[in-house]
């Protein structure tokens, strides 16, 4: 059915919701400061547009909201994540193969 009418599976599109909330926090379209829950990477190693990950111990905060979206947005390429506008970003986000971002 979903080769029918032509939908991602779930888990892609919670990975897109998830990457599009990511966008929002970090161009400060939603009232979540970037500051408390990104630091960037190192720029002349990992990219620019790269974060440092959250290193945890724990499985539930492994899995949670922030250390996962931070494993997906370094995933991108710098071309979808220098997106000037949210639509645009949308827009690289569909066009980006789901075998890069898959671990």
């Keep these: 059915l979903l080769d ?3 939908w991602d599976t779930l888990q892609h599109r919670r990975t897109k919701q998830r990457l599009v909330l990511c966008y929002k926090i970090r161009n400060h379209l939603v ?3 970037p500051d408390k829950y990104y630091t960037p990477g190192d720029s002349r190693t990992r990219g620019g547009h790269r974060y440092r990950q959250i290193r ?3 499985d539930q905060h492994r899995h949670s909201f ?3 979206s931070i494993r997906d947005w370094n ?9 000037l506008s949210l639509e645009e970003f949308r827009a ?7 075998t890069q971002l898959e671990p």
């Design 92 to 98: 690289t986000l569909d066009s980006v193969p789901w």
């Design 75 to 83: 995933r991108l390429p710098e071309s979808a994540t220098a997106a």
């Design 31 to 33: 009232d979540i400061d």
């Design 56 to 58: 945890t111990n724990k």
């Design 4 to 6: 029918q009418l032509q």
């Design 66 to 68: 922030f250390p996962r």
